[in-house]
């Protein structure tokens, strides 16, 4: 079983008589008005029993020989004793299989985060300008920011539905600040060329 | 060629459906932005760190416990609201019609941002809780996405557990 629920102010173990109440409680420790509900899951036991030793009729676990198996890795198929059997979501998958697919992250249950290229590329676009980098580095940012979202178009996969109308900005961002600085640069230019005596020269 | 072992990436991407999201001041502020999703057989909350976005799944047969407190966040929020709106009143001391017009800008701004305040209802702090972590979802901490969370994924959670016990029992 689980240790039990906990007030989210002060993180202290709330009393089992408060659980499930229809009205707020004052938690004992913070007196914060507090109110929790509680399901089934929280009587389950956390900890895996310790594997039962096989005989030699029976087939062994993979990686503890000794150990008798209990399940089936989901993914790879191999014997698990109850401590190697890790439950993730529905699936009873071995540590290796794990390791494998938060690595390959080909499989959307699997990655816990995802790279946003359409904000790099906001980013490479905005900073430069509230820096006042721009007028120096404007056309190398808003070629590199370009380049991003070229790239990102079709790498970037969030889990969750996500629109492609950043891109279009920063597309569109990077192509004005890319125009807009050659322009600049070529106004100073010709100021210069222009008007030489007003710079000095 | 057809299992779902090689299918493409686009056709195993999991459906997700939106069930909370934090206030948009929160897509000013690196980090404060994030998501509840509601999947098959899990929530997902999806943070937003500027460059990246971390997902966290809660399964349905794990949740342990909801827990959530009242807070006074939201009488602070309006309070500072409130007086910012006070203070957009001193334009019109000016005496000049640019003056009145950005007053009333301002005006408008904060007594938009009190009004929404109060709309939204009080604050709460909400943990999930299973039995690997404990989390705090910021999506739902008003009350009225509180009382909408807990409707939707209260019933949800109860089914999933219960179907687990009665596989259990068999």
Not at chain 2, 26 to 48: F, M, V
Request: glycine content about 6%.
């Amino acid at each position: 079983m689980s240790a039990g629920a906990f007030c989210p102010i002060c993180h202290r173990l709330l009393a089992a008589s408060q659980w499930n109440l229809p009205d707020f409680t004052a938690c004992p420790n913070c007196q914060a008005p507090t109110r929790t509900l509680v399901f089934p899951a929280i009587a389950r036991a956390t900890s895996p029993a310790r594997p039962a030793l096989r005989n030699e009729t029976e087939a062994g676990c993979f990686f503890h020989d000794h150990s008798r198996a209990e399940n089936v890795c989901a993914s790879c198929g191999r014997f698990l004793c109850s401590l190697c059997t890790l439950t993730f979501g529905t699936q009873k998958l071995c540590p290796d299989c794990i390791y494998r697919k938060r690595r390959q992250a080909s499989e959307p249950l699997f990655r816990d985060q995802t790279i946003l290229f359409d904000n790099i590329a906001l980013l490479l676009l905005v900073i430069p300008v509230l820096c006042l980098v721009y007028i120096c580095l404007g056309l190398i940012f808003s070629a590199f920011a370009l380049a991003i979202v070229i790239i990102g178009w079709r790498r970037q996969r969030p889990l969750v539905p996500r629109s492609n109308y950043r891109f279009v900005v920063a597309a569109g961002l990077s192509l004005i600040e890319g125009v807009g600085w050659i322009a600049l640069v070529w106004l100073i230019v010709w100021l210069i060329q222009s008007h030489p005596t007003d710079f000095g020269l | 060629m057809s299992g779902p072992a090689f299918a493409k990436p686009e056709t195993r991407q999991a459906q997700y459906r939106k069930i909370a999201a934090t206030g948009w001041i929160s897509r000013l502020l690196p980090g404060a932005r994030s998501t509840i999703y509601l999947g098959e057989d899990h929530l997902l909350h999806a943070k937003q760190i500027m460059l990246f976005e971390k997902y966290r799944r809660f399964y349905f047969s794990d949740i342990e416990a909801i827990s959530f407190s009242k807070s006074n966040r939201w009488i602070w929020l309006s309070v500072v609201w409130g007086f910012l709106l006070f203070c957009s009143l001193f334009w019109y001391l000016g005496h000049q019609t640019w003056c009145y017009v950005v007053g009333a800008l301002f005006c408008l701004v904060f007594g938009s941002l009190l009004l929404s305040n109060l709309i939204a209802g009080r604050t709460y702090v909400v943990n999930i809780q299973t039995a690997a972590q404990i989390r705090r979802l910021r999506p739902v901490e008003r009350e009225n996405q509180l009382i909408k969370f807990q409707q939707t994924v209260v019933p949800i959670i109860m089914q999933a557990q219960q179907a687990n016990t009665s596989e259990a029992a068999v």
